[in-house]
């Protein structure tokens, strides 16, 4: 007979296998709260041994314990508020950095003809407009006019429906007059040579380094109307601009005698009140006056 095998015993366990609970908080709740409890004597230990200190000092200076806890209070006071000042200045510089990074960098892509940026500011619309104005006299074209979205320094383009209830001596005011000399200050037309006196305050374009002396001279005051004036170093370099003019008389034989003054220079009108011939109209003091504008 082959050898029988016994069976196998089992034994099974009436117990579950799971260890026993404990009715003691874990270990980590422990530990937590034993260190919450120590750091909190701590700092009451720290903020008493601060009351020594200032007690101490009080009784070395002659003066009362809260004279001496208001004047630390006072410094400390003062030390926030230089370094929230001195947060807020690198903060104005870091910005003000960005902006001129962002500003070279729109100069070099419209400079490359990568893009053209749709201006925002008034800041922005003078910098299209001196490219511009500089690239067309380079050309050849000494009579130019430049027609701005007006807006005051603090606004942005679209920002609201701009509205001037104050006319045109407010646009100029607030708007045309500040943007223009803006323009006048950094644009450069020159038609002066080497011929003509010291260049060396030139840069390697040929153009004056130096900022030009920008003056202003009303027109007529109610209509917000003015002449201004870029002074280059050398009188050839000048550049004028009429700022507000309208088709009244007295702005065509205006523009007619200073278009006939500044020969080859570049001359300006900003912002007139017209939009081309058909405009003008008829005026029965004037019949000649669209005739001359041509």
């Known amino acids: 007979h082959a050898p029988s095998l016994s069976a196998p015993s089992f034994v099974v366990s009436s117990r579950s296998s799971s260890p026993p609970r404990s009715s003691s908080p874990p270990l980590s709740y422990s530990s937590a709260l034993a260190a919450t409890t120590s750091g909190e004597e701590e700092a009451q230990k720290l903020l008493e041994r601060a009351r020594q200190m200032r007690a101490e000092i009080a009784n070395l200076e002659g003066k009362s314990l809260d004279q001496v806890e208001s004047e630390a209070q006072s410094k400390k006071k003062m030390e926030q508020a230089i370094q929230a000042k001195a947060a807020a200045e690198r903060q104005e510089m870091a910005a003000t950095k960005e902006k001129l990074r962002r500003s070279q960098?729109?100069?070099?892509?419209?400079?490359?003809?990568?893009?053209?940026?749709?201006?925002?500011?008034?800041?922005?619309?003078?910098?299209?407009?001196?490219?511009?104005?500089?690239r067309a006299f380079q050309n050849g074209i000494t009579r130019q006019i430049v027609r701005f979205a007006l807006l005051p320094e603090d606004e942005v383009l679209n920002q609201n429906d701009r509205q001037w209830p104050g006319g045109a001596q407010q646009m100029y005011r607030e708007a045309a007059g500040p943007m223009t000399r803006n323009l006048l200050q950094t644009v450069r037309a020159p038609t002066s040579t080497d011929d003509d006196g010291d260049t060396s305050k030139r840069d390697e374009n040929n153009m004056w380094s130096q900022k030009t002396n920008v003056t202003s001279q009303d027109v007529w005051d109610f209509d917000g109307s003015a002449l201004i004036t870029a002074l280059a170093p050398n009188p050839k370099d000048d550049v004028q601009a009429l700022v507000l003019s309208n088709t009244d008389t007295k702005y065509t034989k205006d523009i007619e005698e200073i278009s006939n003054v500044m020969g080859k220079r570049l001359f300006m009108l900003v912002n007139p009140f017209w939009r081309n011939l058909d405009s003008w109209g008829f005026n029965i003091l004037a019949p000649n006056a669209k005739k001359i504008s041509t």
């Open 105 to 134: 960098q729109q100069n070099i892509n419209l400079a490359n003809g990568q893009f053209l940026a749709v201006p925002e500011t008034a800041e922005d619309q003078v910098r299209q407009a001196k490219g511009a104005i500089e």
